[in-house]
Each structure stands twice: as C-alpha cells, then as structure tokens.
C-alpha cells in the first residue's frame, strides 16, 4: 500500500484516534461512513481535517500524511524525532502537495479563517448587547 494515499492516510487516522473500523472512525470525524468510503475509493484525502485532528491530539502531520517521523509530539510542541516546530513541518509537508492539493488546502485554511472571523464578530455583539438589524 502508498504510504500517500487516502487509504494509508485513513489508516493512520484510525490508529492516531484510536478506533478499529470506518464507522467508527466515520463517527470520531463527525462525517458520514460514505463519505468515508468516497474518501478511500476516490482516493481522497481529507487534509483539513488532518491537520485539525494532529493540532487537536498532538499528532505530526508528516507522520500522519506521509507516515515520516514519529507519531506524537512532545510537550514542547516539537516531533521526538527530529526537534523541528510544527510550523516547519507544515510548511514543508505543504510543499510535498501538488498545486491542485495546495489550493485544496488553502482554500481549507481561508475558509476556517472567515468562520473563525464571523464567530468572533458574534461574540463581541453578544458582548455588548447588540442585535443584529432584521429585513
């Protein structure tokens, strides 16, 4: 099997959260099982959420994408293996994609971005009292 490949990387997801099948690694990931099994047949893989999963449990996402290094990071934030920032390592995990994946992730990256922009807009209404104006 390609340690690059949606499947491989599927796979690992399941070790890294602890689960035995794809349904249950479906339900750890908040998505449907066929999507899931889109994932794999399309080979498909579904790189913001890896990230999201590897910041969330501490997971090197050179391991986790390309199956290179250690699985875990130390407390330090830095891989066991090789003492380099997660920043680093996702620059340089970044440029191993393809544009066409690198764009995939960008566009991941920019959308998280306005989301996490509305919800704080929200908040600070909700903050100061303020409703929104209806139509």
Known sequence: MNNLSAESVLDRLQKALDVRSDSAL??????????LGNWRNRNSVPYSICVNIALQKGISLNWLLVEQGEMLFNRAGQSTETGCSDHTKLIDL??????????????????????????????????????????
């Open 26 to 35: 479906s339900r750890a990931l908040g998505v449907k099982r066929a999507t």
């Open 94 to 135: 970044f440029e191993l994609l393809n544009i066409d994946q690198q764009k995939d992730v960008l566009q991941n990256m920019s959308e998280k971005k306005r989301l996490n922009d509305l919800e704080s807009a929200v908040y600070e209404l909700q903050k100061n009292n303020i409703t929104p104006m209806h139509m």
